[in-house]
Every structure is written in C-alpha cells, then in structure tokens.
C-alpha cells in the first residue's frame, strides 16, 4: 500500500497574522515571556485564543454537556469528502456513502474562507445532519464556524450528531483542487484536556 499526501486541510491557529474571527470572538495572540530578539535564552510565548473561535478545531460531545469530557485524538480513519451548493442557507442533501468520516466542502469556495471575519454561515437542516448520522459518520469535518447557525442556542444539529467517541471539526478548508472522493484521513488532535482542540486534518490518497 502505497500513501500520497494530498493535502493538510487546516486554517492555522495564527497569532498576531492576519486570521479568520468567528462568533465575534476576539483574534488569538501571543505574548513573549522570554525573547531571543531581546536577549532571552530562547522564544517562549504565551498564547491566547479560543480552539472554537481561531481556528481548524475539533470537539466532543463535552461541548455541551455539564460533565467535562474531553476530546480524543482520532487519527487515521477513512473519509469522504463532498461538496454541497447551500440554498438559501441551508444544506438539505448529502450524497454520500457510508463512511467513518465525511468531509463537507461548501460553495463558494474561495481562499478567503481562511481569513474570514464570521458573521453568518450556512447550515444543515435537521434531516441532513440525520442522514449523516444514518450513513454512520463517527468524525464530521465541516468548513463551517459551526454546524449550527449562530443564533441557536439550543445546537440542535450538535445535538443530533454527538454521542459518546464521535467528534466535529469546525473551520477546515479544502482547497478546490482536491476533488470528491475517498481520502485516508489523518486527523490529529492537539493533547488538551477540554471539550475541544486545534487539529490538522490531513489527506491522503491510497494507492494498493
Ligand atoms: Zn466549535
């Protein structure tokens, strides 16, 4: 078996840089506690951001429980990507097949999606994110602020989805070069102790 890298499909956590902003959250930004430029023995920065609001993140169920769960690593899993047209805001057909996880590629689809200020998105309609469990989807990876829209407060798409080992990676972008279809999916999470984390989703292409 033979692996090709295709493509690492994250939106960097940057600091400082010119970055996307979700929900109104404010940018992520780093502080030097020590600096080699200013005579530190080394660079060492505190950082400060939001996995949900700054970046390529992926989350548990523990996003909306009163429990504190935390989110696992997943790694390599076969995927499916697929793109969809929203109408009027609203994604209502999946086609796809059965798969561990399923990557959801939204048009338009411009680069600028990575620097992007967030104030509304597109969403699944309750049957769809239904189909998607239907088709057994464990890992759920969106180019999304959110599965839901900004003003449900109840989440009822998270809702519908989580249970127990399944996770949602919110803000991937998949350029327009990588066509549908079936990719191996590495999917690392950084090790947090929280509901949600920075991730890298990587593809790869399996040739036998
Ligand atoms: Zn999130």
């Known amino acids: 078996m033979q ?23 404010a940018p992520a930004r ?33 996003h909306i429980t009163k429990e504190r769960i935390s989110v696992p690593n997943v790694g390599l899993v076969m995927a499916q990507l697929v793109t969809v047209k ?4 609203l994604i209502s057909t999946i086609k796809a ?3 561990e996880a399923l990557i959801v590629r939204t048009l338009p689809n411009p680069p600028a999606k990575k620097t992007r200020n967030y104030k509304d998105w597109p969403t699944f309609t309750p049957d769809a994110m239904k189909r998607i469990v239907a088709l057994g989807v464990k890992h759920l990876l969106v180019d999304l602020p959110s599965v839901d829209r900004r ?14 080992g399944v996770t949602i990676t919110e803000l991937v972008y998949v350029p327009s070069r990588v066509k549908d279809g079936k990719y191996l999916l590495n999917l690392q999470v950084a090790a947090f102790e929280a509901d949600a984390a920075p991730s890298r989703p990587v593809l790869y292409k399996v040739k036998k």
């Open 151 to 164: 003003d449900d407060a109840r989440l009822t798409n998270h809702r519908i989805f989580w249970k127990r």
């Open 86 to 89: 929203p109408e009027q805001g």
């Open 97 to 99: 097949e059965p798969t």
């Open 30 to 62: 780093s502080e030097a506690f020590l600096d080699t430029r200013k005579g530190g023995s080394c660079n060492c920065e505190i950082h400060t951001f939001s996995p949900h609001l700054n970046g390529t993140h992926t989350e548990c169920v523990g």
């Open 3 to 25: 692996l090709t890298e295709v493509c690492d499909i994250s939106i960097p956590v940057s600091f400082g840089k010119r970055q996307l902003s979700a929900f109104g959250g």
